[in-house]
Antibody, heavy 123, light 108 residues
Framework: EVQVVESGGGLVQPGGSLRLSCAAS????????MSWVRQAPGRGLEWVAN????????YYVDSVKGRFTISRDNAKNSLFLQMNSLRAEDTALYYC????????????????WGQGTTVTVSS | SYELTQAPSVSVSPGQTARITCSGD??????AYWYQQKPGQAPVVVIY???ERPSGIPERFSGSNSGTTVTLTISGVQAEDEADYYC???????????FGGGTKLTVL
């Protein structure tokens, strides 16, 4: 079964740090871009960051640049999001999503999502 | 930063046609993708590359692109189609992804 499973969320104080993980299975992880997408309570989807197949290209939404770092370990089929200097506005459900394959002909959108992991930033 | 604009809500009666639009300057250069999200669930792709329908998505879902506006059309709306719908695309460079603000479809 093709799936991704997020973990690592929790309650953290403003200014604190958290590391999210995403375990992928059922597909060749190393051949896909991967993205983190978040959804604040009662709000819409917001793309946070993505990373290419070998980790050499990374892109971030402006609001997290310099604070969040996306990374991956293809040997362990895992995606990560290191979140530092957390703010109240980072409170959200964080989704891991499969993004573009190597051959864009086969890109069907972000077609595999986990159930998300909740991050709450509060004192 | 690049933005995609969607109307916050659309309401239709069962059996009618719902049209949900998404506007953005780079939509003439970048493909658009549409996601359906029901409460408590992860998003699901209903349209990719402007107008393609993934396997398993009902034929009543279709998409179109008219330059800087893309449209998701749901023909013969059913009660189960009530959900939030998001468009997604990239900026003109293709490097930065963005979601529209979402449209809540209410089936009256």
């Amino acid at each position: 079964e093709v799936q991704v499973v997020e973990s690592g969320g929790g309650l953290v104080q403003p200014g604190g740090s958290l590391r999210l993980s995403c375990a992928a299975s059922g597909f060749t992880f190393s051949t896909y871009w991967m993205s983190w997408v978040r959804q604040a309570p009662g709000r819409g989807l917001e793309w946070v960051a993505n990373i290419n197949q070998d980790g050499s290209a990374k892109y971030y939404v402006d609001s997290v640049k310099g604070r969040f770092t996306i990374s991956r370990d293809n040997a362990k089929n895992s995606l990560f999001l290191q979140m530092n200097s957390l703010r109240a506005e980072d409170t959200a459900l964080y989704y891991c999503a499969r993004d573009r394959p190597a051959n864009l002909y086969y890109y069907y959108g972000m077609d595999v999502w986990g159930q998300g992991t909740t991050v709450t930033v509060s004192s | 930063s690049y933005e995609l604009t969607q109307a916050p809500s659309v309401s239709v009666s069962p059996g009618q046609t719902a049209r949900i639009t998404c506007s953005g300057d780079a939509l003439s250069k970048q493909y658009a993708y549409w996601y359906q999200q029901k409460p408590g669930q992860a998003p699901v792709v209903v349209i990719y590359k402007d107008s393609e329908r993934p396997s398993g998505i009902p034929e009543r879902f279709s998409g179109s692109n008219s330059g800087t506006t893309v449209t998701l059309t749901i023909s013969g709306v059913q009660a189960e189609d009530e959900a939030d719908y998001y468009c997604q695309s990239a900026d003109s460079s293709g490097s930065y992804q963005v979601f529209g603000g979402g449209t809540k479809l209410t089936v009256l």
